[in-house]
């Protein structure tokens, strides 16, 4: 009936996406970092072209051409 289609994905296969583990990205859903992430019942159901978080546990220093490793 008109409503806009939305693809999810399971925290494993999130977890395989972004290369963490499925705990880290149960707690991303928990404290409300990934936008579109929603519970039903007991699972998560996270929007497939959500981008992973930044991990908060580091400072992000480095810049992408590798300086400061």
Same mark, same amino acid.
């Given at each position: /009936?008109?409503?806009?289609?939305?693809?999810?994905?399971?925290?494993?296969?999130?977890?395989?996406?972004?290369? $963490?583990? %499925?705990? #880290? %990205?149960?707690?991303?859903?928990?404290?409300?970092? $990934?936008?579109? /992430?929603?519970?039903?019942?007991?699972?998560?159901? $996270? =929007?497939?072209?959500? #981008?992973? =978080?930044?991990?908060?546990?580091?400072?992000?220093?480095?810049?992408?051409?590798?300086?400061?490793?």
């Amino acid at each position: /009936a008109g409503g806009v289609k939305m693809d999810y994905m399971m925290l494993k296969e999130a977890s395989e996406k972004w290369k $963490i583990s %499925v705990r #880290q %990205v149960n707690y991303y859903c928990t404290d409300g970092r $990934i936008p579109g /992430a929603v519970k039903m019942g007991t699972v998560w159901l $996270i =929007p497939k072209d959500s #981008q992973k =978080p930044a991990d908060k546990r580091y400072k992000s220093t480095r810049s992408k051409e590798g300086e400061g490793k």
